[in-house]
Each structure stands twice: as C-alpha cells, then as structure tokens.
C-alpha cells in the first residue's frame, strides 16, 4: 500500500514537474523528450 502511495506522489510529481519545464522551455525540451522516446 505504501509503495502504491509513493508511485502515485512520484507521478503527480512527474507531472507537475514536466508542465513546469515545458512551460519555461516548450520548444527545446519537447525536442529533447520525444528523442528521449525515440532512443
């Protein structure tokens, strides 16, 4: 239950944290990201 917990806390913040990147640097970091995917 704990480790379901964490996983959870560990994607909002995943999410939030990628929002603010994207917000501050759109461009270069989605070019970034989609060749991170591609690799």
Sequence with gaps: MILIE???D???V???GF???L???P???TLH???D???
């Design 6 to 8: 964490i996983v959870e």
């Design 10 to 12: 560990f994607n909002v």
């Design 14 to 16: 995943i999410q939030y």
């Design 19 to 21: 929002i603010n990147l």
């Design 23 to 25: 917000s501050k640097h």
């Design 27 to 29: 461009a270069h970091l």
């Design 33 to 35: 990201f989609l060749n």
């Design 37 to 39: 995917l591609t690799q």
